[in-house]
Antibody, heavy 116, light 110 residues
Framework: QVQLVQSGGGVAQPGRSLRLSCETSGFDFSTYGMNWVRQAPGKGLEWVAVISRDSTYIVYADSVRGRFTISRDNSKNTVDLQMDSLRPNDTAIYYC??????????WGPGTLVTVS | QSVPTQPPSASGTPGQKVVISCSGSRSNIGKNNANWYQHLPGTAPKLLIYSDNKRPSGVSDRFSGSKSGTSASLAISGLRFEDEGDYYC???????????FGGGTKLTVL
């Protein structure tokens, strides 16, 4: 069965960095795009970044462009989110999500990032 | 790109039917497939409807989706207490170059 296991996150001071990782299993990772989505406290879902199956297509939300970097390792079935220059409004639960065609069909459990 | 608009809240009693609307634009719902996600408290979001009106395996047929022009709708029939949570529409946005979520609708089962 498809599994997405997230790690990383925690507490960081403004301006510092954190790295999130999402380890996947149960599907052919190299043939699917992957996303990161976040939910700030009391807010709705906000898409953060997408990476295509071969890393040739990478797009970021305006709110994180230039500060966050999405990457993947198809040999390890993992997708990462490097978060630099963190701001208090980056505080959120971050989810990794597998892309099927134009929808996200499997989601990780989420990991909390607190910037304070 | 503008975030698709959803009503902030919806409610119903057990057994009733509730419809949640999602108003998008030509760059997202008007051109691309509409999807719906269920986000229950303390859990990860779950894909409920994809490609406007298709249900993933395992999703109850109480949930159905439709789309017309730049708007999409999610209908939940036979409402149950366990349906209480947040519901988000989503679609690829050509202007953004990525997916866009609606603002979300909090469903309360009275």
């Amino acid at each position: 069965q498809v599994q997405l296991v997230q790690s990383g996150g925690g507490v960081a001071q403004p301006g510092r960095s954190l790295r999130l990782s999402c380890e996947t299993s149960g599907f052919d990772f190299s043939t699917y795009g992957m996303n990161w989505v976040r939910q700030a406290p009391g807010k709705g879902l906000e898409w953060v970044a997408v990476i295509s199956r071969d890393s040739t297509y990478i797009v970021y939300a305006d709110s994180v462009r230039g500060r966050f970097t999405i990457s993947r390792d198809n040999s390890k079935n993992t997708v990462d989110l490097q978060m630099d220059s963190l701001r208090p409004n980056d505080t959120a639960i971050y989810y990794c999500a597998k892309e099927r065609q134009w929808e996200m069909d499997y989601w990780g459990p989420g990991t909390l990032v607190t910037v304070s | 790109q503008s975030v698709p608009t959803q009503p902030p809240s919806a409610s119903g009693t057990p057994g009733q039917k509730v419809v949640i609307s999602c108003s998008g634009s030509r760059s997202n719902i008007g051109k691309n497939n509409a999807n719906w996600y269920q986000h229950l408290p303390g859990t990860a979001p779950k894909l409920l409807i994809y490609s406007d009106n298709k249900r993933p395996s395992g999703v109850s047929d109480r949930f159905s989706g439709s789309k017309s022009g730049t708007s999409a709708s999610l209908a939940i029939s036979g409402l149950r207490f366990e349906d209480e949570g947040d519901y988000y529409c989503g679609a690829w946005d050509d202007s953004l170059g990525g997916p866009l979520f609606g603002g979300g609708t909090k469903l309360t089962v009275l």
